[in-house]
């Protein structure tokens, strides 16, 4: 059973930054996809970045040019930097390694608020 531990999240004023990590208990993110994803209050789950196991990357319109998604195979961890940040990205972060629908392990969320 994979684990996945985020950590790195908290309060930062708005125009901030963070950095969320997370990190595997095995090499999964050399063959699987590394998402963020994040749920504000009354909100749905949404997906806010990922890189595939290939090395490509994408953010969603909403955080495009202020967050940025990365990986390191070696520590077997998915970062996400978090810049400029504004009150809205308030939300618990969750970090998802994806290889298909039966195939997908959850961390157990890191708060990241954003004060104005």
């Known amino acids: 059973q994979v684990q996945l531990v985020e950590s790195g999240g908290g309060l930062v004023q708005s125009g901030g930054s963070l950095r969320l990590s997370c990190a595997a208990s095995?090499?999964?993110?050399?063959?699987?996809?590394g998402r963020w994803y994040r749920q504000a209050p009354g909100k749905q789950r949404e997906l806010v970045a990922l890189?595939?196991?290939?090395?490509?990357?994408y953010c969603a319109d909403s955080v495009k040019g202020r967050f940025t998604v990365s990986r390191d195979n070696a520590l077997n961890t998915v970062y996400l930097a978090m810049n400029y940040l504004k009150p809205e990205d308030t939300a618990v972060y969750y970090c998802?390694?994806?290889?298909?629908?039966?195939?997908?392990?959850w961390g157990q969320g890191t708060q990241v608020t954003v004060s104005s």
């Open positions: 095995g090499s999964i993110f050399s063959t699987y996809d």
């Open positions: 998802n390694a994806y290889y298909n629908n039966n195939l997908s392990y």
């Open positions: 890189i595939t196991s290939g090395g490509g990357t």
